[in-house]
Structure formats: C-alpha cells, structure tokens
T-cell receptor, first 117, second 114 residues
Framework: AQKVTQAQTEISVVEKEDVTLDCVYE???????LFWYKQPPSGELVFLIR??????QNEISGRYSWNFQKSTSSFNFTITASQVVDSAVYFC??????????????FGAGTRLFVKA | DAGVIQSPRHEVTEMGQEVTLRCKPI?????LFWYRQTMMRGLELLIY????????DSGMPEDRFSAKMPNASFSTLKIQPSEPRDSAVYFC????????????FGQGTRLTVV
C-alpha cells in the first residue's frame, strides 16, 4: 500500500533562512509519481511540482528546489532565502501506476511552515 | 480558464439536513476528484471519476455520502443526512489524462454541520 510521511508537523524560520521540508514515501510499484502542493492561508491547494519515478534529476525553480532520492524513498523540498509569503502548509503526495494502483493520489499530513519577518 | 469552481464556498446546516456540494471542473479535464480535509485526518480522497464514470469510491465514508457526475462539466457530492462529524473542507479537483498528471483544486467548500 502507498504511504506518504511528512514527519515535520510545523517548522518556524526567520525570513531569509533556508528551510527543507521532508517527505518519505512507500510504494511497491516501480512506476509512480510524486507531487508537492502548497496550501496558503487562503485555503486553496496550489500545484508546485510533479516528478515520475524514472526521473531522479533534482529540480530547481527559482528559490524552490527538490531532491528526489529513490534509494531513501525521499522527495525533499527546499526553499532558499525564505520569505513571509512562503508561509503555508505544504503537502507531499504520491500517485501509483494507473495500470495497477488506479488514479489515487495519497497526500501526506502536511508541514506547516511559518516564516517570520 | 476560470479554474475549478466549487459552490457554495461556505455552508452551515443543521444536523439531519441534506447538503449538496457542487463542482465545475476545468474544461477538457477528464478526471475529477473529491477530497475532504480535516485537522484530524488531513486530506482524504473520497471518490474519483474518469470520463464521468466513478472509478473508485472506497474513500466515501458512509452510505450517507454519494457523488454524481452527470456530464463532463459538473459533479455533485451529497450528504444525507448530515452529521456534525461531516464538518470539514471539501475540495474538488480535476486533471487531464491518465498519466497521474497534476490535479488542479477548487477553493473548497467549508461545511459546518451544527
């Protein structure tokens, strides 16, 4: 069965600090997809990134970067030089091979990030 | 595109009443998902549709919950009768294709059952 663990419930940093949000997943499939979503205080969920299991290249998008390591089943998210606007709940999610696991996307419990000015 | 549109944004109802939540997915998307978010249980997938057909409703908590998708541009989630423990934020999301593409979420309906 698939499972996503975000062990950090809350993180508090001061603006301009770097912060890493951890995500560990479990799956028996060799083909799967990982996602990060952001939920700001306004409540909507915003898609940040999608990565398939065959692409272990790390990705950087502005101040955001993602480190995917299959060996440790982790898909960590780093925000560099954090800003107050980064304050939100961040969700890691896993979706398995649609040929075996259907289209379900399972979300982690989320990590609430507070960035203080 | 206007994105996924949910209505109402807020709903307060008395226990025992019927509640209907509505969702209009993004045009062209062929998968639709209903999620429930609570502090205790986080984000839970209730049901998803592909090409208007319910594929998996194993996340629907009880028979009091039902969902329909009569056409590609509209879905409803109904709770009858509602109970206080149904209080949550209900999200609708849609995506395109069957390759586990990213889902686009609506702004949610905050349901309070008193």
């Amino acid at each position: 069965a698939q499972k996503v663990t975000q062990a950090q419930t809350e993180i508090s940093v001061v603006e301009k600090e770097d912060v890493t949000l951890d995500c560990v997943y479990e799956t028996r499939d060799t083909t799967y997809y990982l996602f990060w979503y952001k939920q700001p205080p306004s409540g909507e969920l915003v898609f940040l990134i999608r990565r398939n299991s065959f692409d272990e290249q790390n990705e950087i998008s502005g101040r955001y970067s993602w480190n995917f390591q299959k060996s440790t089943s982790s898909f960590n998210f780093t925000i560099t030089a954090s800003q107050v606007v980064d304050s939100a709940v961040y969700f890691c999610a896993l979706s398995e091979d649609p040929n075996t696991g259907g289209f379900k996307t399972i979300f982690g419990a989320g990590t609430r990030l507070f960035v203080k000015a | 595109d206007a994105g996924v549109i949910q209505s109402p944004r807020h709903e307060v109802t008395e226990m025992g009443q019927e509640v209907t939540l509505r969702c209009k997915p993004i045009s062209g998307h062929n998968s639709l998902f209903w999620y429930r978010q609570t502090m205790m249980r986080g984000l839970e997938l209730l049901i998803y549709f592909n090409n208007n057909v319910p594929i998996d409703d194993s996340g629907m908590p009880e028979d009091r919950f039902s969902a329909k998708m009569p056409n590609a541009s509209f879905s409803t989630l109904k709770i009858q009768p509602s109970e206080p423990r149904d209080s949550a934020v209900y999200f609708c999301a849609s995506s395109f294709g069957q390759l586990n593409t990213e889902a686009f979420f609506g702004q949610g309906t905050r349901l309070t059952v008193v």
